[in-house]
T-cell receptor
C-alpha cells in the first residue's frame, strides 16, 4: 500500500544545531514529494518540492531535502537551526496517478531551544 | 499578491447549529480543496472541486457539504456540528492548466472552529 511516514513526532534541537526531519514513502513508483511548514494557527506553507528533476532540492528559509530512491526517503535538513524554525513540519506526497490527492505524513513538531 | 483567503479565521458555533466557512482565491485556480485538521494531526481531505465537479472522499461524513458558486469562492457547510467537528479547516487551491502531472496546492490560513 502507498503511504508516507515521518519518523519522530517531536524533534528538539539547540539553536545553531543541525535540523534533520525524516520522511519515507512506500511506493513502487517514486512520487512527487513536498515539505510543508505550519506555524501555530496558520495554514501550510510550502518549503520545497521534489518533482523528478534534481535530487537535492533547496527551499525557503535555508531548508533543503534530498530524494534518495534507494532508501525511499526525502529527509529535510537545515545546517543551523534558528528559533523561528520552531513549527510543525509535514511531509506530503502525490503518488503516481493520484493527480489531485496530496497524502500527508503525521507531522513532526520541531522545538528549538537556546 | 495572489492568495487564498479564509473567513472567518476563528468561528464559534453551538452544538447542532449549522455553520458555513468561506474560502476565496485570487489565483484563478480551477481546483479547490477542503481539509479538516484536528489538534496535533495531519490535514485530512474532505472533498475537492475540479472546476464545477464535486469529488467527495469516501469517509467524509454526510454532515459536511460544500458549494462552489463560481471559480473564486468555495464554502464548507457543516449541517449539525458536533463536538468532534472542532478543528482547523483548511482551504487549498491548485491548477491543472500546466503540463505537469501533479498539482501543487496552495493553502489558506485556515479557520479554527470551536463547537460549544
Amino acid at each position: 500500500a502507498q503511504s508516507v511516514t515521518q519518523l519522530g513526532s517531536h524533534v528538539s534541537v539547540s539553536e545553531g544545531a543541525l535540523v534533520l526531519l525524516r520522511c519515507n514513502y512506500s511506493s513502487s513508483v517514486p512520487p512527487y514529494l513536498f515539505w510543508y511548514v505550519q506555524y501555530p494557527n496558520q495554514g501550510l506553507q510550502l518549503l520545497l518540492k521534489y518533482t523528478s528533476a534534481a535530487t537535492l532540492v533547496k527551499g525557503i528559509n535555508g531548508f533543503e531535502a534530498e530524494f534518495k530512491k534507494s532508501e525511499t526517503s526525502f529527509h529535510l535538513t537545515k545546517p543551523s537551526a534558528h528559533m523561528s524554525d520552531a513549527a510543525e513540519y509535514f511531509c506530503a506526497v502525490i503518488f503516481s496517478g493520484g493527480y489531485n490527492k496530496l497524502i500527508f505524513g503525521a507531522g513532526t513538531r520541531l522545538a528549538v531551544h537556546p | 499578491d495572489a492568495m487564498v483567503i479564509q473567513n472567518p479565521r476563528y468561528q464559534v458555533t453551538q452544538f447542532g447549529k449549522p455553520v458555513t466557512l468561506s474560502c476565496s482565491q485570487t489565483l484563478n485556480h480551477n481546483v479547490m480543496y477542503w481539509y479538516q485538521q484536528k489538534s496535533s494531526q495531519a490535514p485530512k481531505l474532505l472533498f475537492h472541486y475540479y472546476d464545477k465537479d464535486f469529488n467527495n472522499e469516501a469517509d467524509t461524513p454526510d454532515n459536511f457539504q460544500s458549494r462552489r458558486p463560481n471559480t473564486s469562492f468555495c464554502f464548507l457547510d457543516i449541517r449539525s456540528p458536533g463536538l468532534g467537528d472542532a478543528a482547523m479547516y483548511l482551504c487549498a487551491t491548485s491548477s491543472d492548466e500546466g503540463t505537469t502531472s501533479y498539482n501543487e496546492q496552495f493553502f489558506g490560513p485556515g479557520t479554527r472552529l470551536t463547537v460549544l
